[in-house]
């Protein structure tokens, strides 16, 4: 079974800094998508980028920027100019092209000190 | 952007009775949809995968008799939990794929919290 491990239950940056959130995660597919997902206090899950495993490029979406690493199945996030309105918990996610089922790794929570 | 409404977002009920919970896709049609479980501060877990038209595939440990799951429509599925017990209390998550989206993106509702007394 597909596995999304996020090691760093806790996280925390200042404001304006960089911040990066890490991610490994295990599967036997070739093609397949990774996702980060911001979830506020309102509990409202939100999508912050998505990369698809066969595009070598790394997505990006304005302050928002992964690392994707296949062959060592990592999929960082980077936050760049961090704003207090980041600060929210952070799930990584997988989810295979073949199949309907995201898994979700089990969070990092991400404090903005202002 | 696409929309999932999710109704109620909260709700508190007596042990025993039984609640129903709505996940609406307002602007897309969506043959799949998730219902998703999530513990303080924990992780969202699978509970079942609703599919138009025919019966729900539950995941491993979940009750099918006791989480209902109706999708009746290509915008609406329904989870029932019936004869409600305190340990069902929790925040409920639905998300929908849009019929193009080829499983490249899924929309969220905003959760349903159940508190059961």
């Known amino acids: 079974a597909q596995t999304v491990t996020q090691s760093q239950p806790e996280m925390s940056v200042q404001e304006a800094e960089t911040v990066t959130l890490s991610c490994t995660y295990d599967?036997?597919?070739?093609?397949?998508?990774l996702f980060w997902y911001k979830q506020p206090p309102s509990r409202q899950m939100i999508l912050v980028i998505r990369?698809?495993?066969?595009?070598?490029q790394n997505a990006t979406e304005n302050r928002f920027s992964v690392n994707f690493q296949k062959a060592a199945k990592s999929f960082s996030l980077k936050i760049s100019d961090s704003q207090l309105g980041d600060a929210a918990m952070y799930f990584c996610?997988?989810?295979?092209?073949?199949?309907?089922?995201?898994?979700f790794g089990t969070g990092t929570s991400l404090t903005v000190i202002p | 952007g696409a929309v999932v409404s999710q109704h109620p977002s909260r709700v508190i009920c007596k042990s025993g009775t039984s609640v129903k919970i709505e996940c609406r896709s307002l602007?897309?049609?969506?043959?799949?949809m998730f219902w998703y479980r999530q513990f303080p501060k924990k992780s969202l877990m699978l509970m079942a995968t609703?599919?138009?038209?025919?019966?729900?595939?539950?995941e491993q440990g979940v009750e099918k008799d006791k989480f209902l799951i109706n999708h009746a429509s290509l915008t609406l599925s329904t989870l029932t939990v019936t004869s409600a017990h305190p340990e069902d209390s929790s925040f409920y998550i639905c998300?929908?794929?849009?019929?193009?989206?080829?499983?490249?993106?899924?929309?969220f509702g905003q959760g349903t919290r159940l508190t059961v007394v």
């Open positions: 998300s929908a794929d849009p019929v193009t989206s080829r499983g490249t993106e899924a929309f």
């Open positions: 599967t036997s597919e070739s093609d397949y998508y």
């Open positions: 990369q698809e495993a066969y595009k070598q």
């Open positions: 996610a997988y989810r295979a092209r073949t199949g309907n089922q995201f898994y």
């Open positions: 602007d897309f049609q969506a043959t799949t």
């Open positions: 609703s599919n138009e038209g025919s019966k729900a595939t539950y």
